[in-house]
């Protein structure tokens, strides 16, 4: 018989140890390794496939101050939704200073839109929209690349699909600004941090979507122990608008990459005008991109802005709404109606003291016949309407000082066309109207608490199913 050597006893040892060692519950510090299947790749294809069109067309809403249903609003002239993917900006990662862990983080509008996903999510998913929730820092000094550890990765990537499956979210989108690295004691980036994060999410969502907004020290950190995030995300894409250039991501060809960077807001610095999102579509063509990124849509129709682009990428103009520029709600332009509180069904939208001045608050008051309580209502094109007392006709239904925060006084005020008095007026159902101000869209007229009681505070709150948002229209 063969003798075995102290080196051979202590090598088999080892591996005997080595065996009983894997079958233990302790987290395995490793990833998946680039060369073999991941589902990230596995399942791509089907997943662009699904869209139909070449390159995808990507759109970030703010909610904080927009709709995001504005996004299935626009078509190509064939009847195709432009959009391909609506992203809800934002969500946060937080740092809890007790537990000394990141959790998940949503704020009021970001609720507001998860918690009703039947009302925001769901339309724009059944138009063959994908709807994806960005993740953003938040100034306390947790973000996607400090996570200390695995395990720490692992339980946020948990959070994430989490909210993915409860609010039926299609996907996930990172993007690490605002982190604040350090803060609160919190650790510097580190290179396994973000490879952790994605590879866990991945393995939790493996028929999602993970997008990758290529900023931050996440960006610098692509690759650990052999694993790229190229191989663990579905898309990335330039984060700086106005610009033209593709990430560099290892592990991702372009077919899966967006070099063009778009803001179509023309009240921020980094606004894109119509005929560089035109030569950014051209660019993009010609270099093979598979992603057209576009940011910050409101509620003002800019189709006509859309559509140099988009007869460079597809062949089609844009269209918005139902192809005209005023969709159908069933007001008579020019003619009187009283606005009912949904609250009670009795009390009406009313002009406090019959007031004539500018300033003068809105408020619910029991119907009493006054022309305080009668409104001309005006088509004034776009889709919105302005709204003026017969008490006071040269003023209009007006939101104090064009505030978009929630609890904002609505009163009258000299008619100036601003649209922070247009009113976009959309039905939802049983004869009830919700109005929605052109400069804060994600917002509703409101009576405070819901309350029925005489003299209550008109003023605008976050969109919302509830009977404080719905207005019986009444034509006199």
């Not at 803060?183 to 510097?188: F, L, M």
């Not at 990428?313 to 269209?319: C, F, H, I, R």
Request: charged share 15%; proline share 3%.
């Amino acid at each position: 018989m063969k003798k075995i050597s102290l080196l051979s006893l202590l090598t088999l040892l080892i591996g005997i140890f080595s065996i009983n060692s894997c079958s233990s519950d302790r987290l395995d510090d490793s990833v998946t390794p680039d060369n073999q299947p991941s589902s990230a790749k596995t399942n791509m294809g089907a997943k662009v496939a699904a869209f139909g069109k070449n390159p995808l067309s990507v759109m970030y809403v703010e909610v904080n101050s927009n709709d995001i249903r504005e996004v299935g609003k626009y078509k190509l002239a064939d009847g195709r939704q432009l959009f391909d993917v609506a992203i809800i900006f934002a969500a946060n990662i937080n740092y809890n200073t007790s537990t000394q862990k990141a959790y998940l983080s949503f704020n009021t509008q970001v609720t507001n839109v998860l918690t009703n996903k039947n009302m925001y999510i769901k339309p724009l998913q059944d138009k063959g929209i994908k709807v994806m929730l960005s993740i953003l820092g938040n100034h306390q000094g947790a973000g996607f690349a400090n996570f200390p550890n695995q395990a720490a990765a692992q339980a946020f990537a948990q959070e994430l699909a989490d909210a993915v499956t409860t609010y039926g979210l299609d996907g996930i989108d990172f993007d690490d600004e605002y982190a604040n690295y350090g803060a609160n004691g919190t650790g510097q980036p580190n290179q396994s941090s973000f490879v952790y994060l994605v590879t866990a999410l991945r393995d939790l969502l493996p028929d999602k979507i993970i997008s990758f907004y290529n900023i931050g020290p996440s960006a610098s950190n692509l690759s650990y122990n052999g694993v790229t995030v190229g191989s663990k995300v579905d898309y990335a894409w330039n984060p700086y608008y106005s610009t033209y250039s593709a990430p560099n991501i290892p592990g991702l060809d372009n077919a899966h990459k967006g070099a063009a960077a778009v803001n179509v807001n023309p009240g921020t610095s980094t606004f894109t005008s119509s005929s560089t999102a035109t030569n950014y579509a051209q660019r993009t063509k010609d270099d093979g991109y598979g992603v057209f990124l576009c940011y910050d849509l409101g509620s003002t129709n800019i189709a006509s802005y859309f559509s140099g682009a988009t007869n460079v990428l597809y062949g089609q103009n844009t269209v918005y709404g139902d192809g005209t520029t005023t969709p159908t709600t069933g007001i008579t332009s020019g003619a009187t109606y009283q606005l009912v509180s949904g609250s009670n069904g009795t009390s009406m939208l009313d002009v406090l003291n019959a007031g004539t001045t500018d300033g003068t608050k809105v408020q619910l008051w029991a119907s009493n016949g006054n022309t305080a309580q009668k409104w001309k209502i005006t088509d004034v094109g776009g889709g919105y309407y302005k709204l003026q007392p017969l008490n006071a006709p040269t003023k209009s239904l007006d939101v104090s000082n064009s505030g978009t925060t929630n609890g904002t006084q609505v009163q009258i005020y000299t008619d100036n066309g601003t649209n922070a008095q247009k009113w976009k007026i959309t039905s939802v159902g049983n004869d009830y109207y919700t109005l929605s101000p052109a400069h804060a869209s994600g917002f509703n007229l409101d009576v405070n608490n819901g309350s029925a009681t005489n003299g209550t505070k008109i003023q605008i709150w976050t969109a919302n199913t509830g009977n404080a948002q719905k207005w019986k229209l009444v034509k006199l």
